[in-house]
């Protein structure tokens, strides 16, 4: 009786999900083999059978990623019986594979077969305008929706009447990242920067929704240039896959005025009496500076502009004239 109320249950299941995805197949495989990408360089390597599916999960973020490289080491068993297994890549893969999962429904968008070679590296690309090659010892396949976070490969035999020695043979995978050929840089400002414009290379540049700004390797000039604050220029070096931050300490574009006098001096600049050797908060324009001690005065009017430092002193002298 249990039969008889499981079966429609798992019929209802599997129409479910081919109706979910109306070019997906149904299929159950032995084991799933789940690897866990890093940011950069490559995961361990993991035993994998004939009829085995491969789960590789990407890290969260693929900025610098171009794509997946999985590579397998095949052994002398099943190197000897080539074109014999096949792999494949899908799309649509559900439920989301777990160690645990077998059966599965997907969309096949790409196959091929594992030549008599020792070792075979099967390159995934994830986006368009992608540098990855083809050659005798990598295959590149299409470009799947890794939009869930995971790619998803098939094995399973291409023919039947190979040997169970074969059937029972593994194979080690592992997976890494190819990263894409450019860096990024992220320039890092006061709270009070306000609006500025970064310029790489004399050319104005604009960074994306993480304030990025996406970049070739190499040595870089780069330029900040704000009404609020003065110009800076710096020159950096953009790795690959990497982000390099700029951080600035900008100077405001305010004028910077000082006023130099002999002890005693009393300072008056524009009628207001200031302290000689302070800096002074003054607004581009013209000033009027006067100077008073021991009963001399020496009155100056002074055009300061912004973005340019000055130095106002005033010296009294004494000259001896003999007759």
Known sequence: MRLLKKAPFMALAIFAAVLAAPNAEVFRTRKTVCLQLPARGTTESKPCGINDCVAVFLPQDTTFIQGVEITVKIPQTLAAYRNTILYSLYNNVTPVP??????????????????????????????????????PYADKTLIPDASRGFVFLRNQLAMKGVPRSVMEAE???????????????????????GEYTVYVDDKPVTANEKGLVILKPGKRNVSIVSEKFRNETRAVMIAQGEVTELSLALQSVAPAVRVRAPEGTKVYVDGEEVKAGDALDLEAGEHIFKFNLGGYEVT?????????????????????KEE
């Open 98 to 135: 777990t160690e645990k999962g077998i059966d599965y429904s997907g969309t096949e968008i790409y196959s091929g077969l594992y030549p008599g070679q020792l070792a075979w590296t099967i390159a995934i690309p994830l986006v368009k305008g992608n540098t990855i090659k083809q050659s």
């Open 171 to 193: 194979f080690e995978v592992s997976a890494k990242t190819v990263l894409a050929d450019f860096g990024a840089l992220k320039v890092a400002a006061p709270a009070d920067a």
């Open 300 to 320: 100056k009017k002074v055009a300061i502009q912004n973005g340019k430092s000055y130095n106002i002193s005033v010296n009294v002298d004494a000259s001896v």
